[in-house]
Structure formats: structure tokens, C-alpha cells
């Protein structure tokens, strides 16, 4: 090992480190000169730096002395190079969105730190849509209000006029008497110098002598007989406004379309619609006169031009242009455009009669020249002009049709036979033809003519579509023509479809036509689907309907028996043959049809619950009880025994009816209106123990049923349990987790037990479980105070917008502020999206019958019986009380209404409110 010296003296001999400054630790600092870094080392990199610049840059090759520099750019290079282009495209594509929605909230956040200034006023722009027209005209004019400055004030200066002015002045307003020295020794005619001197103005006069002139005007303009003004001041202003002030552009613009049309017209002369053009820019450059010059001219160039004629009769005037007509039918005697313009300048009828005539002499194939003729003329010289017309345009089918119409049937019939003749491929004429046999009472040759024609049309190869010959069926029933309309569908009705689309397309068809009004086409077609379809039972029900709501009880029946001929299983054919003689009063007629039907069907639950009810309605129990006998017998369903306890209930019999609903759910045990209606008539018997054993056994067989539940509940919260009503209730709501109808009895029982509290939170979790019903919503909006209930029916229209129970409870709110026409409004949406909801039917009727006409009360009952309405807590109740069964439907929606009219203590508070 080396000593402490050696070692030492080993470190000072050696090379200092890297970046080593001698005397840095003292605040040194280092620095380089040119003998440290070398020539070789500068030279190096000024070689460096000379390759680098941008001189020797190349696009492809890079910096001089590239690698790759010498190596030939082919084409696989700028393939790949269009193959990366493509991709760094591409990409930069899929990063647009996310670029410009990022660019998007920069400006966003940029914006709302340093908002433009007109950002910055939006809140007061937006309350000038709430400024009145008045206080807009109350607005002042702008005008000069700044305040002038004392500075300002200080500069202005007065400086007087000088005494050589004023002096100068006083000798040109002095009046000279005697004459001065020099012209006395003149003798006075000494001629004034002129030019030496500028003489001062003197501007009395010149106002004196401006005052005279105007006078003068005002003398010219005066009435000469009643020394009255004969200037119309408002005529006047409005001279002034049709004064048209060209800017210096359109003058510009005028200018060279000018010496444009002028370049055609000078190398083209004979090309009308030069002249023309020309005339119409000199007329919308304010030169009438210059414009008749340049079309007269048109007209010595273009003579065979009907339009330039045309053109130089309209810059006429009236008489003007009848001479110029007059000229040009001799250069164009075969213009109908000029023959009929020279007409309609004649005011006198004759005049238009005799020219129109002179025209028919010079053409006398003339369609339009006919028609305008003979449009002029009475019945009689129509019809003769008529016949003339057909020999000399015999194309023209107007002009048969309208000879035939004016001619005799026997007359008609020979017209449109040689029409027929002369044009075989017009389907009109056989149309006519077909709608004349029709009004005069040949309904047997309407059918063979429509068949007759399309195999004429046929052999002549004219083949109309489809859809032509049903708008001409269309056009026919519009006419007046019911029974060629048909003819033609019968016809035409199979044409362009496959018989796999029939069907279809003819039900389509149908609805189209009553969408149009046109019943009988509409029924035409049901014929014809039944022809081809006589075993299509849903066929049969539309045509039904359609003869229901557009044919009379005669073919309705008519329609049915032959319905039921063809479907002699399809049950609801022959219930609504009987439901439709039974409302016509005709009950023989109505049980003929169920016997029938019964034979057809004897095992038919629906004929047999039609029987019945048909019974029952007509106080024939004993009847109604045999046929339900039978009909156990039978069939024995559900709905028959039901049928039957429900009978012997509404008769009073609760010990028949509980006597027989134990067969019924021995057979039918889990029926819950059985089990139901057990529970309900042993409440009503007091049986309290066994009804409750019924409620109990319905809600373990069916545990989801609703009713089930509620009428348990109802029936422990009678019983003073309300504390096992609301556990039912809950133990129903964990079985049935949407059931919005257990939420709402949950929170009424609170409410009848004076828990509101309890029944708030209870409604506020039911709407958190159940967000769109619109019955919880409805209650809620109840709840609140009078005040709130306008910011809770916000909220529920925005949760349920379209439930009628929400629709309902608004016009009940509008109601009660005396918002009538609102009211009415919302009241008929709710009936509108609901039809079934007897509630509103009842709460329309209501409020008609407080603040409505008669007429509109009845239009509502109208529309409800129509509607025939079956649900709703306060029609529920009322329909299914044993003493309203016989009611109709207009005296149940008058009864439930007394329940739902606004009570005496808010008809108080709103008179004091009005």
C-alpha cells in the first residue's frame, strides 16, 4: 500500500475530471477559449452546420450525406407513401369528434370566463319582446344630448362685421334723390363703369322675386272657374313614391343587357324572343315609349312571332292593342293564342261572340276556339255549335260528352254511340254511357257496359292501372253515379295483385275509401272480398261494421243472416244479428237469432251468456235462470257460474247465490270472482268469520291478484283492525311488486286514520316504486296543498303526461281557479285518451253542468253512451250497486257526477273568489 504522500502526490500529477472549473468553490466561473476547442473541432462543425442548413434540405432525400441519398425513388415507394398518407388520414379522421368536442369546450370554458360582449346583454335583449307597441312609438328620437363643455363655450368668438360692410351696404340700400357733380356736368348719361366693381346682392329682392314665381305656379294650378286648388296632395305624394331612383349599379347593369339584346337582335332579327326581352328591359327601365318602339320593330322582323305580337299588344293600350291584333291575325292567321287575346279584349259579348267566330272560320279544328265559343253561347246554340264542333274536332272527347248531356236520353245514347265509334280507346266515353243508363233507372246495362268496356279497351290495347280505375270509381260515386261505381270496382278490383295479396289489399282498399268518403265504393269491395272470401269470418265483421255505421238496419240484417249462412260457428255474427234487434226494440226477432244460433253452436259460452242477459234485461228471470241451468249443463265455465250467482245476487237471493257458489268452486276453485263474490255476500249477511276464512284462502290460491288484497284489507279495516289491513296490504305489495293500485290503498287507509304524515311518506316511496302511475300521481296531487298543487301536477305531467287519471286531476285544478275554457279542454283529453274511464265521462259531465250550455251537456252524454264506459273508482261504485242495475249509461254518468261535482264549501270559496 502507498503512504498518505505517495498517494497524495499520485491525485495532484494526475488529469483534472470532467467539467472540472478550477475555483469554483470561490465563485469562479468557467469559461473556453479557441485553444481548448481547436481548429479541427471548429472546422468539424462548421462542416456539421453547413450539411444542416436549409439549403441542402431535400423533400426525399433528407440532409446531404443521407444514408439513402443515392438510392432511386420507385414506385413501391410512393406506394407506401399513399398507403401511410391513407392511415395518417384515417387516423386524424377517427380523432375529428374527439378534437372538435374537445376544441368545443375549450371555447365553451373560454367563453363562459370571458363571455363576448353581446353575450353579456341577452337577459335584457330578451325582455324587449315584452315592450308594447305603444311604449316602443313613446321611445324618443335620437338626437344631439351631450352637454357642451365651458372650453367649447370659451372658444367661440364674436367677431363684428366692420364698418366698410356696413357702410357699403347702407349706400346699396340708400335711395339717391338728386344726382351727383359729375353726372350733372354729363347732363345725367354718363354709363356706369361695369366690371370694375362687384355690386353687393341684394337678397330682399331675390326672396321678392322667388315669391312672385312661385305665385305664378300656384295661379297655373288653381281651378280657373272656381279659383279652387286643383292639386291632390296625397296623389301627389304618391307620384312622388312611384318615382323609381336607380342606383348607379342598376343603371350599369341596364346599360349592358341593353347593348346585349341590342347585339342579338342586329345579328339575329328573325329571333322573336330577342325583341322581347329587349322591349321588357326598356319597360322595367321606366321607357314605355321606348319599349313599343323596339317591339313595333320586332314586329316588321319577326311577322310569323306570336309572342312578339302578343308582347306589342300587351305594351298597349286597350284600343291601341285591338289594332294591333288586327294586324297580326292577317300576318298569322292560324295563332289561337292571338284570336282568343283579341277576344278577351272585347268588353261586349257580342264582340267577343263575332270575333270568336271569325276565328272558328279561319280554324276551324281548333279545341279551344270551340270551347270559348261555345262557353259564350245559351243551351240551344250550344248544342247545335256542339254538334258542329264534334264533326270538325271529332278527337276532342270533351265535346261529345258535353253534346250528350245536352241532348235528350234517346238523343244521348246515339251521341255517345258514335263517339264510342270515333274514339274506341276513351274509357270516359264508356263511363258516360254507363252513368247515363244509371240516371235513367237501367241498372241492369250499367254492369254489362263497365264489362263491355274493359274488354273493348282490351282489344285496343289500352290497359289502365289499378289504381286509375279506382279514382274513376271515386269520381263516379262523387258524381252522383253510386251503381257504376260499383260496376267498375267489380271489374277492376282483381287487376295488377297476386291472389295471395287479395285480401289484404281489398281491406285496405276499403278503409281508403270510407277515409275519403265514398261508402258505396267501400261497400262494393266487401262484396266483392265476400265473393271471393265467403268463409272469412273477419271478413264478414268488417263489412258488418261498415253497413252499421253507413247502411240502414234492413241491410244490416239482410248482411248478418247471410253472414251466418256461410260462418255458421262464428259467434260474434250472431250475437250482434241479435244485440241489433234487440236495440231495435224487436225482442221475438233477437231470441229467433239465438235459438238458431244455439243449434249451430250449443256448446257456445257467449250464446248462451247472451241469452241469458237478453232474459234478464227483459224481466224474464225464470227464463234466465233455465237457461243458465242449461248452460251448466253444457258447457258449465267459469263465467256461467259466475253468470249465475250473479244473477241470483242481483234478484236479492244471497242464500241461493251463497248456496250455489259452493258447487261453483268445487268445480273451479281458483276463480277469483267466485271466491270474491263469496266473500262479498257472506259481509252482506254478516258473516264476518267465514268471509274472512273466503278472503283468506283467495289470497294464498291467488296471490296475485289486486282485488283479492283490497278487499281484504277493506273488509279488516270495517272490523276496526287497521293495524292487519295495513300489514295485509304490505305482505300484498311484496307478492305484487308493481301494483300501484295496493300503494294507493295503502295511503288512503292512512288517510281515513288520520295519519297524514304517514301517509305522505308512505305516497312518496309508492311513487319512487311506481314513477308513471299516473292513479298515485292523481292523489298526490290531492295531498298537496292548495297552494303546491300547481307545481305537483308539473311534476306529475312530466312523469305521465298522457294518463287520464293526471288529465283528470288538472281539470278538476283548473276547475276549481275557474279557468273554464281549460278546464273543458283538459277535460275532454282525458275522455279522449281514455274512452273506458267512466270517472271522466262523470267529471266532464259536471263541470257541463255547471258552466255549460244544453247543448253541450248533451253532446257529452252523447259521446259517453257511444263510448259505453266501464272502470273508475266512483263509476265502479255506483254501476255495481244492485239498485243501478237497469240503469243506462247517460243516468249512471248523470249519478256519478252528483259524487264528483265540486262540494258546497269550494263553491263557497269560489264565489268569494269571484
Known amino acids: 500500500m502507498l503512504s498518505s504522500s505517495a498517494a497524495r502526490a499520485k491525485q495532484l500529477n494526475s488529469s483534472a475530471p470532467v467539467n472540472y472549473v478550477a475555483g469554483l468553490g470561490r465563485g469562479a466561473t468557467g469559461f473556453t477559449t479557441r485553444s481548448d476547442i481547436g481548429p479541427a473541432r471548429m472546422s ?59 376544441i368545443a369546450e375549450q371555447l365553451s370554458q373560454f367563453r363562459s370566463v370571458r363571455p363576448k360582449l353581446q353575450h353579456q346583454f341577452t337577459d335584457l335583449k330578451r325582455d324587449l319582446q315584452q315592450v308594447t307597441e305603444q311604449e316602443w312609438n313613446d321611445l324618443p328620437e335620437p338626437g344631439e344630448h351631450r352637454k357642451h363643455s365651458a372650453a367649447e363655450k370659451r372658444n367661440e368668438r364674436y367677431i363684428p362685421a366692420p364698418d366698410s360692410l356696413l357702410e357699403k351696404a347702407r349706400q346699396e340700400q340708400e335711395v339717391v334723390h338728386s344726382l351727383d357733380a359729375r353726372q350733372m356736368q354729363t347732363g345725367g348719361m354718363e354709363t356706369p363703369m361695369t366690371g370694375l366693381q362687384t355690386p353687393f346682392t341684394d337678397l330682399k329682392s331675390i326672396g321678392e322675386a322667388r315669391g312672385a314665381v312661385l305665385s305664378v305656379k300656384l295661379d297655373q294650378m288653381s281651378d280657373s272657374v272656381e279659383g279652387q286648388t286643383v292639386v291632390d296632395p296625397k296623389g301627389y305624394l304618391t307620384d312622388l313614391n312611384s318615382i323609381k331612383v336607380s342606383t348607379e349599379a342598376e343603371i350599369g347593369d341596364i346599360k349592358k343587357a341593353r347593348l346585349l339584346l341590342k347585339s342579338v337582335t342586329s345579328t339575329n332579327p328573325g329571333h322573336g324572343p330577342g325583341w322581347v326581352a329587349a322591349a321588357r328591359l326598356e319597360e322595367v327601365a321606366g321607357k314605355l315609349v321606348a319599349a313599343r318602339q323596339v317591339i313595333r320593330e320586332g314586329c316588321r322582323a319577326c311577322p310569323a312571332s306570336e309572342d312578339v305580337w302578343l308582347e306589342a299588344a300587351r305594351l298597349q293600350t286597350p284600343d291601341n292593342a285591338k289594332t294591333v291584333l288586327a294586324e297580326a291575325v292577317k300576318k298569322i292567321p292560324q295563332s289561337v293564342k292571338i284570336w282568343l287575346h283579341a277576344a278577351s279584349l272585347e268588353t261586349n259579348v257580342t264582340m267577343r261572340r263575332r270575333v270568336l267566330r271569325k276565328a272558328l272560320e279561319v280554324i276551324p279544328n281548333s279545341v279551344k276556339l270551340w270551347q270559348a265559343s261555345i262557353d259564350l253561347e245559351g243551351p240551344d246554340d250550344a248544342r247545335l255549335m256542339l254538334g258542329r264542333a264534334v264533326e270538325c274536332v271529332p278527337h276532342s272527347v270533351d265535346m261529345w260528352i258535353a253534346l250528350a248531356r245536352l241532348e235528350t236520353y234517346q238523343n244521348a245514347r246515339k251521341v255517345l254511340n258514335r263517339a264510342r265509334e270515333t274514339i274506341p280507346t276513351e274509357p270516359q266515353i264508356w263511363i258516360t254511357a254507363a252513368k247515363l243508363e244509371e240516371a235513367n233507372g237501367n241498372i241492369d246495362l250499367v254492369d254489362r257496359i263497365i ?26 260515386e262523387k258524381g252522383g253515379a253510386a251503381r257504376t261505381a260499383q260496376a ?69 240484417d239482410a248482411l248478418l243472416r247471410k253472414a251466418v249462412s256461410f260462418c255458421p260457428h262464428a259467434e260474434a255474427l250472431w250475437l250482434m244479428g241479435a244485440k241489433e234487434q234487440w236495440l231495435a226494440g224487436k225482442v221475438e226477432a233477437a231470441r229467433a237469432i239465438l235459438n238458431e244460433a244455439f243449434l249451430a253452436n ?32 253444457r258447457c258449465g265455465t267459469e263465467r256461467v257460474w259466475m253468470k249465475s250467482v250473479l244473477l241470483e245476487r242481483n234478484l236479492g237471493e244471497n242464500a241461493a247465490a251463497l248456496e250455489m257458489l259452493a258447487p261453483a268452486l268445487k268445480a273451479h276453485g281458483k276463480y277469483w270472482k267466485l271466491l270474491l263474490m263469496k266473500a262479498q255476500i257472506e259481509r252482506q249477511l254478516d258473516l264476518v268469520d267465514a268471509a274472512r276464512e ?12 289486486v282485488p283479492m288484497w283490497l278487499e281484504s284489507s277493506r273488509l279488516e279495516e270495517a272490523l276496526g283492525s287497521v293495524s292487519k289491513a295495513r300489514s295485509l296490504l304490505e305482505v300484498g305489495r311484496l307478492k305484487n311488486v308493481n301494483a300501484p293500485r295496493l300503494w294507493l290503498e295503502a295511503v288512503r287507509l292512512e288517510r281515513r286514520a288520520g295519519n297524514k304524515k304517514a301517509a305522505a311518506t308512505l305516497l312518496a316511496k309508492a311513487l319512487q316504486q311506481c314513477r308513471t302511475a299516473g292513479i298515485l300521481w292523481a292523489e298526490a296531487i290531492s295531498m298537496e296543498a292548495r297552494a303546491q298543487q300547481k307545481s305537483k301536477s308539473s311534476d306529475a305531467l312530466k312523469a305521465c303526461d298522457n294518463d287520464p287519471h293526471v288529465i283528470l286531476a288538472v281539470s278538476r285544478l283548473f276547475w276549481r281557479e275557474r279557468k273554464e275554457e281549460k278546464a273543458r279542454s283538459w277535460c275532454n283529453r282525458a275522455v279522449t285518451l281514455d274512452p273506458d274511464l267512466g270517472d271522466a265521462w262523470a267529471n266532464y259531465f259536471a263541470f257541463e253542468s255547471q258552466h255549460g250550455t244544453p247543448e253541450q251537456q248533451a253532446e257529452v252524454l252523447r259521446r259517453a253512451v257511444a263510448a259505453d264506459p266501464h272502470h273508475g273508482d266512483e263509476w265502479t261504485a255506483v254501476s255495481k250497486n244492485p239498485r243501478n242495475l237497469r240503469c243506462s249509461t247517460d243516468e249512471l254518468v248523470k249519478r256519478v257526477a252528483e259524487n264528483m261535482a265540486l262540494n258546497k264549501y269550494e263553491m263557497e270559496a269560489l264565489e268569494k273568489i269571484g
Open 44 to 102: 468539424a462543425e462548421n462542416d456539421e452546420a453547413g450539411k444542416l442548413n436549409d439549403s441542402k434540405f431535400d423533400e426525399f432525400a433528407g440532409y446531404q450525406g443521407s444514408l439513402f441519398d443515392q438510392m432511386p425513388y420507385d414506385e413501391d415507394d410512393e406506394a407506401a407513401d399513399r398507403v401511410w398518407n391513407e392511415i395518417d388520414a384515417h387516423m386524424d379522421e377517427r380523432r375529428k369528434s374527439r378534437r372538435e368536442q374537445r
Open 451 to 476: 264489362e263491355k268496356a274493359i274488354k273493348s279497351l282490351s282489344l285496343h290495347q289500352v290497359d289502365l292501372e289499378r289504381e286509375q280505375w279506382l279514382n274513376e270509381a271515386e269520381t263516379a
Open 488 to 556: 267498375i270496382l267489380q271489374n277492376t278490383l282483381h287487376l295488377g295483385i297476386e291472389e295471395e295479396d287479395r285480401k289484404r289489399i281489398w281491406m285496405e282498399d276499403a278503409e281508403s275509401f270510407v277515409a275519403r268518403s265514398c261508402p258505396e265504393c267501400a261497400r262494393a269491395v266487401f262484396a266483392q272480398a265476400l265473393s271471393t272470401f265467403p268463409t272469412k269470418k273477419s271478413v264478414w265483421l268488417r263489412a258488418a261494421q261498415h253497413e252499421k255505421s253507413h247502411g240502414t238496419a234492413a241491410s244490416l
Open 602 to 633: 250449443p256448446d257456445s259460452e257467449q250464446v248462451w251468456l247472451a241469452a241469458v242477459k237478453l232474459e234478464s234485461e227483459n224481466d224474464e228471470p225464470d227464463a234466465a235462470r233455465s237457461l243458465l241451468s242449461k248452460a251448466r249443463e
Open 694 to 705: 273466503t278472503l283468506a284462502r283467495g289470497v294464498k290460491v291467488c296471490a296475485d291478484c
